[in-house]
């Protein structure tokens, strides 16, 4: 006899799904096979891809699958360390040029969440809180803790923020593998420290280390990969190695972090919830094409390159959208700079708009 699927909700302190270790070596062998798939179809971001799509099926289906939140958060230092690789040292003359278009994407952060919010609020039974905090395009955890206490529903605005992502993830690589042909492999794109220099091996572990503590002691939004990314890219900008992880640790990670977007999904079943997914994923489209508007609005007013500005204006997770960058071979600092704004920007005003203008209505 089957056990009854569990409720959708936010991920947990210790695991994302279900509980075990079988329902979390299951979901690494599917990512496994599902990242091996998408790397012979030469898939951008492959890895991490073929892992979410297979797990996602997998948690649709009914498998008992999960995944373990420190295992997570350990390939995510990895992914840090690797981020902040891409800080090269002509970073510095770029920030000037970055600012109309941090400007910009203050302008679309407000205009993409007004728009989703009257999204949610038509298309949706969910109170005013939950569309609110369900059409901030911020970090599904933060979201979620924020949401659930100003009084929304924190299994809704989970779905909303998991969809999204998932969405975002789905769309962006798979349009420029058809429209422009784009394919890479994590294994050639991230070498290694070479076999005799083992001190690149430590620095590049001490950033992780280091910078993951640190990134909890600040409470820094999105710890895990935030603080090890800082660290890293001071370490690369001031030339004391250029160095990244392998590539196959970097497949790795983005195996288990492509599975824990998938198992985010145990639990949910499409017949009773077709609705809310049906318009979650609507407001991750409109989000979408509110970035793509806008990104074109800066392109033609700064000259910066489309794609750059595209990925950095896309409404994804900050790991996921940055690591989408790394794979397309496009500016991964600016990508990261500008969704830690954008995180930075949410987090700050968010609880504020809500506080004195959704608040007040009702």
Known sequence: ?????????????????????????????????????????????????????FSTVAAFSGLRIGMRIRLRQGMIIIMGVLLGAGFTPDLVQRLGQWAISLAVLTGMTMTGAT????????????????????????????????????????????LAHALRILTVVLTIPVWYRLVNGAQTSVLTMAPGPSNYDWQDYAILTACGITGAALGRLLRLPASFMMGPMILSAIVHLSGVTDSKPPGELVAAAQIVMGTGIGCRFVGAAIDRLHKEMAASIGAAI?????????????????????DATV?????GGFAEMSLIGLALGVEVAMVATHHLFRLFLIILTGPFVFRFGIRRER
């Open 115 to 158: 728009l989703s919010y009257m999204w949610f609020r038509r298309f949706t039974n969910w109170d005013k809180p939950t569309c609110y905090f369900a059409a901030m395009p911020g970090g599904l955890n933060d979201m979620t803790i924020l949401g659930g206490a100003m009084g929304g529903e924190e299994r809704a605005i989970a």
């Open 1 to 53: 006899m089957n056990s009854p699927p569990i409720p959708f909700r936010p991920e947990k302190k210790r695991i994302i799904g279900h509980e075990g270790l079988k329902p979390l070596l299951l979901a690494l062998v599917i990512g496994t096979i599902g990242g091996f798939v998408f790397d012979y179809l030469r898939m951008p971001l492959a890895w991490m891809l073929g892992a979410c799509v």
């Open 286 to 306: 409109l989000l979408i094409v509110c970035a793509v508007v806008f990104a074109k609005l800066t392109v033609a007013i700064t000259g910066l390159n489309l």
């Open 311 to 315: 990925l950095s204006y896309a409404p």
